[in-house]
């Protein structure tokens, strides 16, 4: 990744009227092997990725919208780079150094993704090569409720092994939260359907149960629930299990306690989940540095119209969301989610798209 921090005494400055710029760019990444992953500068987001099944035949497996300006507004957060907050805060309150902040409201009460004009609906300014593109995002105090100017930096590299590596890096001149998270919908079987038949598994022993908002009340043991996705199991008949969580919340919506413990923070890349689409062979892997995962089954997708010739069915897509835990910063380990002056965030995270053996 190139460094953002060649001045990290000078705050950074609010990017330019958007509606003076030329429109986004999209930037298309190609691997040896014949994938084409086409990144916007509107919202960093995903905008598709181009992938062989077992019988050569290539496919999109993201789902987005068919018209590039739909991203401005982009309410599913298609593909997009979400932040300054990833996930919910409570109210969209929390205390930061002893003083009251609001956050943005946009999703029951609560703060989601940003809030309305997050990261996942601004203007990035990106450059590419063959296989790798870099976006940059000045995001000023106030954006969201959110104190202090932040800068980031989004590095997407596409390797000939199918593998997506992301890298962020951000730095503030103001203490402020940060959580950032990449939001594909994916659909292994090339967006046929809903993902039911997708096999899945996920290296996690806890999980964070929530309110009827989303918002965490304790963090709960995966064992005989239908959120054991420990051993690959498909989808679609967990959907359907009587568990209170999953009525709550038309499915999952859930974090996953991906590192050591609940409460551990990231650390090392390692690979913390799987999906396989029986149909196509085509197989996911995710590895991430983040301590929670958030798995989506697309609950909310029915009606939704993106690129295929009818709207989306409820689960057309899933999303596989890392970084920290949903409304962190209102909780025990809130310090670990707060970037000061002369700190650098920094995460990694990887897909990998490759066939089942």
Not at 100 to 118: E, F
Not at 131 to 143: E, F, I, N
Request: glycine share 12%; net charge negative; proline share 6%.
């Amino acid at each position: 990744m190139t460094s953002i921090l060649t001045n990290t005494s000078a705050a950074p400055t609010a990017a330019p009227d958007p509606g003076r710029l030329a429109a986004p760019r999209l930037f298309t990444l190609r691997n040896a092997h014949g994938m084409e992953l086409t990144i916007s500068e509107r919202g960093a987001a995903m905008v598709s990725w181009f992938a062989p099944d077992r019988y050569g035949r290539s496919a999109d497996v993201l789902l987005g919208y068919r018209d590039p300006e739909e991203y401005a507004g982009n309410a599913a957060y298609f593909g997009a780079i979400v932040g300054r907050w990833a996930n919910r805060i409570a109210h969209g309150r929390f205390a930061l150094d002893g003083k009251p902040v609001q956050a943005a409201v946009n999703d029951r009460g609560n703060h989601l993704h940003g809030g309305l004009h997050g990261f996942h609906a601004a203007r990035w300014h990106g450059e590419a090569t063959d296989r790798r593109a870099s976006l940059r995002l000045d995001s000023p105090a106030g954006q969201g409720g959110f104190p202090g100017n932040v800068e980031v930096m989004v590095d997407y590299e596409l390797g000939n092994d199918g593998s997506l590596r992301i890298e962020y890096e951000a730095v503030a001149d103001a203490a402020t939260p940060l959580n950032l998270t990449a939001h594909p919908y994916f659909n292994l079987n090339g967006g046929r359907g809903d993902v039911g038949d997708h096999m899945l598994q996920i290296d996690a022993d806890y999980y964070i149960e929530t309110d009827a908002t989303g918002i965490p009340v304790s963090v709960a043991a995966v064992e005989g629930t239908p959120f054991d996705f420990r051993s690959p199991a498909a989808i679609g008949p967990r959907l359907r299990w009587p568990d209170p969580q999953v009525r709550l919340a038309g499915g999952f919506d859930h974090c996953y306690c991906v590192g050591n413990e609940p409460g551990g923070r990231h650390g090392a890349l390692r690979e913390v989940a799987r999906v396989v689409d029986p149909g196509s062979g085509r197989r996911l892997q995710v590895s991430t540095t983040e301590a929670g995962l958030q798995f989506y089954s697309g609950n909310s997708l029915e009606g939704v119209r993106g690129r295929a010739p009818r709207p989306y069915v409820r689960h057309a897509g899933f999303c596989l969301e890392a970084g920290a835990y949903p409304d962190q910063v209102n909780g025990e380990h809130a310090g670990a989610v707060i970037l000061r002056p002369g700190q650098v965030y920094r995460q990694t995270t990887v897909y990998r798209l490759s066939l089942q053996a």
